[in-house]
């Protein structure tokens, strides 16, 4: 499938020289069957007739750009004035309560009678 064909006339070429050329797409060449066959012939008085062609791809254009996503972050002030409410505070006060019960269970259970009889030896010597 020949799309168009175009005709370019380049410069004296040396041996050790280079040529440069722009490719045209087509507008709507990506919506026909990929891939399109590129043909490209050199035709010169010094060198004899030469051409190679190569199947190439030709992508549909990039959809239009969309605006950034912005992150909107939580509120971390509380409102209605209650106080913290993450399960941290509550797990603390929870080993808080746990702690004090401990701390009163210690200092009212009685010591038991042999370990009062060797405190009691400790202070007559």
């Known amino acids: 499938m020949c799309a168009q064909r175009r005709f370019r006339t380049a410069p004296t070429v040396t ?16 919506e026909l069957p990929q891939p399109l066959r590129n043909v490209a012939t050199i035709k010169s008085d010094q060198t004899p007739l030469d051409d190679d062609d190569a199947k190439v791809a030709v992508a549909p254009p990039p959809l239009a750009a969309t605006a950034t996503p912005r992150i909107t972050l939580p509120p971390t002030s509380t409102i209605d004035g209650q106080g913290p409410s993450s399960p941290g505070f509550s797990l603390l006060l929870v080993l808080l309560g746990l702690a004090g019960f401990a701390l009163v269970i210690g200092v009212v259970t009685p010591m038991p009678a042999r370990g009062r009889r060797r405190e009691g030896r400790r202070h007559r010597r």
């Open 15 to 30: 041996t050790s020289g280079s040529v440069t050329y722009k490719v045209l797409v087509l507008a709507g060449a990506a």
